[in-house]
DNA sequence: TCAAAAGTGTTCGAATTACACCCATGG
DNA sequence: CCATGGGTGTAATTCGAACACTTTTGA
């Protein structure tokens, strides 16, 4: 059964005599979801990790927890994430609350799905490896429990969208990075290809890049110009529209 | 306390020695609640209720209510609409899970905010007028309890962020509208001015209307075209770029 | 020396903007 | 007959798409 909650400081000054209750309602039990995505310069990739806890136990699923007593939703996404991954301070943004009553066989419960966007990179020096996570190519992913597919699918979805306008997918590349590996991002999350002349003006257009003296020399022979974020402009033009992507349509 | 929950049929057949529970964890109130947008032909509106329960009874409040045993949430959410203005099938998405632990102060109550948006006129004639349910102009609503502002905050943001790409607006008009109302919707969510050259040109380019041969002659003596819309074309298109503002920075 | 990837400019057509006049009619 | 709102066309500009060759250098 549900412990008993305790009656907060907050409330017991707004209520001194009695605390009243909606009494007769139905309580559930709400857990947050973590669809993480990460890009490690070939292709887009989840996070996922091996469930230690009946039902399921040992089949692949994304990271989540129960939402603890006074925590905030985000909190606990937060919470998990940075349980699971070591980092703080990376973009999440929740995606849909699932609710189907019989997602859950054990127990009805409501998840609230976050999605995360991170530097993979930063990720594997930080790596806490208690709970058997592992990054799989999105493109083959393992089976995942409940209804976890159609979250991913949901957050590839939103993914798409927003960095169809927004300069979203910054957020999952290194602190240096080239323009053709930036473009090699664009086209895995469209799964498509760009004209490299056409893209190349746009990205430079934006003004959100500062060109580096160094190249990378990994990829090719005559090596690449790295390039840092600016990021002043970045905070600033977050929720302008800069139209990356040449055919808009069909992306949901 | 809580109802004990029975064991469904389902779930029983899953389970049928044992049924296992989700042991120590809290368990918690969830609630939808709906901004439900109208639109009169000269403004947008909002319906609230005048909440009759404790906490703020009286106040005014969007609509909503506990999500019951079995329902799912998007259910949930048309239950009440239904129940509010007797409308079945009207446009419903859900728009952000609220879990702030302090935002209803009588106890914890994770809400789910959907916004609708109907036909205001359809609604006139079928109001059930129990609720003391009311249309406010958006720029003059009174309070709102709780973080309900700050779903309608959000509300409105979603709102133009969709119409400036999707034909979503459609669905606030009556069967019959003519060009200029569909503009005066346009300018009021976007809170400016279009030419309306362009502004026709633009909308007559998505082949989304079907011209009639009568005419609204209740807002000038000469009287504007009515147009219905092409129901085929628009289910087609409802997530094609259309890009109908000329622009759409500064929208979020 | 050559294969492989990086970098760069131009032209064309489409889309967007700005802008002004005539039309129909009820009062 | 005139005030009010409805309806339409054109020119200038901007933006997006298509397209090909040169550069660098490690092997």
Same mark, same amino acid.
């Given at each position: 059964?549900?412990?008993?909650?305790?009656? %907060?400081?907050q409330? $017991?000054?707004?209520?001194? !005599?009695?605390?009243?209750?909606?009494?007769?309602?139905?309580?559930?039990?709400? =857990?947050v979801?973590?669809?993480?995505?990460?890009?490690?310069?070939?292709e887009?990739k989840?996070?996922?990790?091996? &469930?230690? #806890? /009946?039902?399921?136990?040992?089949?692949? %699923?994304?990271?989540? %927890?129960?939402?603890?007593? /006074?925590?905030? !939703?985000?909190?606990? $996404?937060?919470?998990i994430?940075?349980?699971?991954?070591?980092?703080?301070?990376?973009y999440?943004?929740? #995606?849909?609350?699932?609710?189907?009553?019989?997602?859950? +066989?054990?127990?009805?419960?409501? %998840?609230?799905?976050?999605?995360?966007?991170?530097d993979?990179?930063?990720?594997? &020096?930080?790596?806490?490896?208690?709970?058997? $996570? /592992?990054?799989?190519?999105?493109?083959?992913?393992?089976r995942?429990?409940?209804?976890?597919? *159609?979250?991913?699918?949901? =957050?590839?979805?939103?993914?798409?969208?927003? =960095? $169809?306008?927004?300069?979203?997918?910054?957020?999952?590349?290194?602190?240096?990075?080239?323009?053709?590996?930036?473009? @090699? #991002?664009?086209?895995?999350?469209?799964?498509?290809?760009?004209?490299?002349r056409?893209?190349? &003006?746009?990205? *430079?257009?934006?003004?959100?890049?500062?060109?580096?003296?160094?190249?990378?020399?990994?990829?090719?022979?005559?090596?690449?110009?790295?390039?840092?974020?600016?990021?002043? &402009?970045?905070?600033?033009?977050?929720? =302008?529209? #800069?139209?990356?992507?040449?055919? +808009?349509? @069909?992306?949901?």
């Open positions: 059964m549900a412990k008993k909650r305790q009656i %907060s400081n409330e $017991a000054k707004l209520f001194p !005599i009695a605390m009243p209750k909606y009494q007769k309602q139905t309580r559930f039990l709400v =857990a979801d973590c669809i993480i995505f990460g890009f490690d310069g070939t887009l989840l996070l996922l990790v091996q &469930r230690g #806890l /009946e039902p399921e136990k040992g089949k692949w %699923s994304l990271i989540g %927890s129960f939402i603890r007593e /006074e925590e905030d !939703i985000e909190k606990g $996404a937060n919470r994430l940075n349980q699971m991954t070591g980092l703080a301070g990376v999440l943004e929740q #995606l849909h609350a699932f609710g189907n009553p019989e997602r859950d +066989p054990i127990e009805r419960t409501i %998840s609230v799905a976050y999605f995360a966007l991170i993979i990179h930063q990720y594997e &020096r930080q790596l806490n490896d208690d709970y058997h $996570a /592992e990054w799989f190519p999105i493109k083959s992913a393992p995942l429990i409940f209804d976890h597919e *159609q979250m991913v699918e949901m =957050a590839k979805k939103r993914l798409r969208y927003k =960095a $169809a306008f927004h300069p979203i997918l910054f957020e999952l590349l290194p602190e240096k990075f080239t323009v053709p590996q930036l473009q @090699n #991002l664009y086209e895995g999350i469209f799964d498509t290809v760009f004209d490299k056409n893209f190349s &003006r746009k990205i *430079q257009s934006t003004k959100l890049l500062i060109k580096q003296k160094d190249k990378d020399k990994e990829n090719s022979k005559k090596g690449a110009y790295y390039y840092k974020l600016d990021k002043r &402009r970045y905070a600033a033009n977050f929720h =302008a529209f #800069l139209n990356f992507i040449p055919n +808009p349509d @069909n992306i949901k």
